[in-house]
Every structure is written in C-alpha cells, then in structure tokens.
C-alpha cells in the first residue's frame, strides 16, 4: 500500500502549520520548505480547511493555523480525509470498476479488507502531537520556513 502524494502533502503541511504554533503559516512557506509547487499545496489546504482540520484565513495577514489541537488530530483521520482510494487489489474496488471472474467466491477480499482496516487503526494511534515530539530536529531541518 501507498498513499498518495496528496496525503504526504497533507501531513506535511499540517507539520509546519502545528511547527509554527499561532503565528500563521503561509502557501508559499509550505511550498519553499518542502518543495513543492502552490497549486498543490492550495489544493491541500482547501481539502483540510474542508476537514476542519485547518483554519484558513484569505488577504493581507492571512495564511493557515490548525483547526483544532494538535493532540487531537489523528493521522488516520487525516488520511481518511484525503485518500480517495483504499483498494489494495481490483477485488476491493467499491466503485463497481473491478471485473474478477471470482469476486464474492474468494476471500481475498475480506482479507484485504482487514489489513487495510488494521493499517488505518494503527494509524488512529496517533496523533499530529506524536509527529511533533522531535519538534528540535524538525525545526532544524525546516529552519528557512520555521
């Protein structure tokens, strides 16, 4: 399993945005650091102000805090939030595309099922909070955006 590039943009901008605490952090920020282009990180930030995990404020003195603490955001939580597609195999597609000649016969499907199930679960075992407990090395590493 992978997970998206857009999910990995995710986590990374809300690690910078819970890395600058109440000072608002800016697109162009979160593009330099990381290196990456705006447009993507405006795509991100708009998918999680919709998850109300980012508050995003527009103009002069604008720019994205976190929408809630940072303890309380779940890295699950955040990857639900932005995966758009869970299935490991065609067997585990929901959207009606799989075309296996032996779906609903094999139990690979239920398989899949619970190791995507249990991947997500260790995930809801932590929090953004967790990602910040090596906050001095991160900001070392992120210095020109922090």
């Known amino acids: 399993m ?3 590039q857009f999910t990995d943009f995710a986590l990374r901008t809300l690690i910078l945005t819970a890395l600058n605490g109440q000072r608002r952090t800016t697109i162009d920020e979160v593009a330099t ?11 991100v930030v708009h998918q999680l102000s ?3 995990l ?9 720019g994205i805090r976190l929408g809630m603490p940072a303890d309380r955001i779940l890295i699950g939580d955040v990857v639900r939030g932005t995966e758009t597609n869970f299935a490991i195999a065609e067997c585990h ?19 899949l099922r619970g190791a995507a199930d ?13 990602i ?12 020109p955006a922090a």
């Not at 650091?33 to 795509?43: D, L, N, P, Q, W």
């Not at 910040?132 to 992120?142: D, G, K, Q």
């Open 54 to 62: 980012l508050e995003a404020t527009r103009g002069r003195g604008g």
């Open 93 to 111: 597609r929901h959207d009606g595309t799989g075309h296996c000649p032996i779906d609903g016969a094999c139990r690979l499907t239920g398989i």
């Open 33 to 43: 650091a990381y290196g990456i282009s705006k447009e993507h990180v405006r795509k």
């Open 2 to 4: 992978q997970l998206s």
């Open 132 to 143: 910040l407990a090596n906050r001095p090395a991160l900001l070392m590493r992120l210095a």
């Open 118 to 130: 249990a991947f997500l679960s260790e995930l809801d075992r932590y929090t953004l909070a967790d």
């Open 50 to 52: 919709k998850l109300g």
